[in-house]
T-cell receptor
Framework: AQKITQTQPGMFVQEKEAVTLDCTYD???????LFWYKQPSSGEMIFLIY??????QNATEGRYSLNFQKARKSANLVISASQLGDSAMYFC????????????FGSGTRLQVQP | DAGVTQSPTHLIKTRGQHVTLRCSPI?????VSWYQQVLGQGPQFIFQ???????GRGNFPDRFSARQFPNYSSELNVNALLLGDSALYLC?????????????FGSGTRLTVV
């Protein structure tokens, strides 16, 4: 079974509008962390936002927020007021447990912001 | 402060050859992880090193090996290259321990095997 599922291969959004990128995850661990990364065409993975499994509040970082629904095992990324520079690949990733440090990534969503 | 530095940025090798990729972590970071990203897919975990010891290994063949040096820089070695090894190889550094943040990635090395 896929541990991280991103069901939207590509998304379009108009500049200045909000967009939600979906991510569902699968783990039996009680302690885990969820990450979102942005990957522009240059290849570098840019950290956007983190949500811990025990965090009671949804994480926010500037224009990025994470809609964390633990019972549904979803961790959707919301980008508000989209900008042209937001066009990139977006990856959801999970780190399971407290001892294992590897990240498991989803297949990504390509976001294109249109003027 | 310099970010995670990877070299070379691009590389073309022939099947059967050997390749060494290098990574310098952020100053003060003691953990380095390697990921392989095949075109159109998400990155896949290869290795993690912390304080010069291997702390994790992904599902990759023994042709892949790595090490971490006393200055916390790292090398990823791949022997007997196959066409399927063509990918972007990403290095990530972190402070280690149980930090919830701090996986900082480099820009990667694009390896093409012909």
């Amino acid at each position: 079974a896929q541990k991280i599922t991103q069901t939207q291969p590509g998304m379009f959004v108009q500049e200045k509008e909000a967009v939600t990128l979906d991510c569902t995850y699968d783990t039996s661990d009680q302690s885990y962390g969820l990450f979102w990364y942005k990957q522009p065409s240059s290849g570098e993975m840019i950290f956007l936002i983190y949500q811990g499994s025990y965090d009671e509040q949804n994480a926010t970082e500037g224009r990025y927020s994470l809609n964390f629904q633990k019972a549904r095992k979803s961790a959707n990324l919301v980008i508000s007021a989209s900008q042209l520079g937001d066009s990139a690949m977006y990856f959801c990733a999970m780190r399971e447990g407290t001892g294992r440090r590897a990240l498991t990534f989803g297949s990504g969503t390509r976001l294109q912001v249109q003027p | 402060d310099a970010g995670v530095t990877q070299s070379p940025t691009h590389l073309i090798k022939t099947r059967g050859q050997h390749v060494t990729l290098r990574c310098s972590p952020i100053s003060g970071h003691k953990s380095v992880s390697w990921y392989q990203q095949v075109l159109g897919q998400g990155p896949q975990f290869i290795f993690q090193y912390y304080e010069k010891e291997e702390r994790g290994r992904g599902n990759f063949p023994d042709r892949f090996s790595a090490r971490q040096f006393p200055n916390y820089s790292s090398e990823l070695n791949v022997n007997a290259l196959l066409l399927g090894d063509s990918a972007l190889y990403l290095c990530a550094s972190s402070a280690g321990g149980f930090s919830n943040y701090g996986y900082t990635f480099g820009s990667g090395t694009r390896l093409t095997v012909v």
